[in-house]
């Protein structure tokens, strides 16, 4: 595939391509310096992308320990980010080597930092209406609504045959908490281990930002990423991967870098873990092709559910505080 006029011209070879019905992503090495991850629309996507609130986001290049918002440039259909690495958290955590959970940890401290700085910058005027895209897709989903691609539509059959009723109402409800808060904050709306970049052998880490940027409530961002740390224990443990027994806790690891602060309330993170896995499935469901691993997800997320997320929710441990408080 031969790469648009307006891509930056110090796209070098590539090395990733990653396509699903949502996104196509492809990761380019500059010429220059670090790497270029650019993303279009995939085939099934409802829209162009665009990030039109990416000016508010704050710069952390002076914010000693914080990971960088890469903000995006439009480019050939789709938007264009710079990073210092060829792949994100989710593949340094399938390596088995300590030293690559070493440097998740590292990435997920500087996350916690930025993302504490971003949930303290105001909310700009112009920012679009509206929960991030993934919790729009997810509602609707939960809503059962008519345009349902067809994963998405024979998921929620099963899943409310698993489920019941009582658990998809939870769901709704935790989902009209988190998008539409008492003091709703600038959040990043999308803030998953695979849009969180380390550098390859030098810089700062990246954390791709732009698209999603919303207002609600900062827990969102925090248990997005804690959600995924849980999902990822869950499917190496069931799968049979590695279940490191040794170094740091990762979701302290995150919630120390953050402070503990406003927005990581246990019950809220909790909540909000849940939220991220069961959008996580859905839009597996609707962009991928179907498999009958979705039925484990299903079961995995209804005891997710029953306890509130509360098993993507570390304890009391090191950072000031232990247990996240109000």
């Given amino acids: 595939m031969t ?3 307006d ?21 380019h090495r500059s010429v220059r310096d670090g790497f270029l991850w650019w993303h279009r629309p995939g085939a099934l996507h409802p829209g162009p992308l665009a990030a039109p609130a990416a000016a508010a986001v704050p710069d952390l290049s002076g914010v000693p320990g914080a990971a960088l918002l890469a903000t995006p440039v439009p480019a050939g259909g789709g938007l264009l980010h710079r990073a210092p690495g060829a792949v994100s958290v989710v ?25 504490r700085v971003l949930h303290g910058t105001p909310v700009p005027p112009g920012l679009p209406a509206g929960p991030p895209a993934a919790l729009r897709r997810m509602r609707a989903w939960a809503d059962g609504r008519d345009g349902l691609l067809p994963g998405a539509a024979r998921l929620r059959e099963a899943a409310l045959a698993a489920w019941g009723t009582e658990r998809l109402d939870r769901v709704r409800t935790w989902w009209e908490e988190a998008t539409a808060p008492a003091a709703p904050a600038l959040i990043h709306g999308g803030a998953s281990l695979g849009a969180l970049v380390p550098p ?3 810089g700062r880490t990246a954390l791709l930002t732009g698209e999603d940027l919303a207002a609600g409530s900062p827990a969102l961002d925090l ?6 740390l849980a999902e990822l224990a869950w499917s190496q443990g069931r799968n ?15 919630l120390a870098g953050y402070g ?12 909000a873990a849940v939220l991220r896995v069961v959008t996580h499935m859905q839009d597996f469901a609707a962009y991928c092709d179907w498999t009958e691993e979705l039925h484990d997800y299903i079961a995995f997320t209804a005891e997710l559910i029953d306890e509130e997320g509360r098993r993507a929710v570390p304890g009391p441990g090191p950072g000031p505080g232990g247990t996240p408080t109000p």
């Fill in 7 to 27: 891509v930056p011209d110090d796209a070098g070879d590539l090395v990733a391509e990653y396509v699903t019905g949502l996104q196509h992503t492809r990761v």
């Fill in 3 to 5: 790469l648009p006029d």
């Fill in 260 to 271: 503990y602060g406003p927005g990581a309330r246990p019950e809220d993170l909790g909540r």
């Fill in 240 to 254: 049979g991967g590695p279940v490191p027994s040794e170094g740091p806790d990762l979701r302290h690891v995150l």
């Fill in 200 to 202: 390859l052998h030098r």
């Fill in 91 to 115: 593949t340094w955590l399938a390596d088995p080597r300590p030293g690559a959970r070493r440097l998740a940890a590292h990435a997920l401290a500087a996350a916690g930092r930025a993302l």
């Fill in 223 to 228: 248990g997005w990423l804690l959600g995924d």
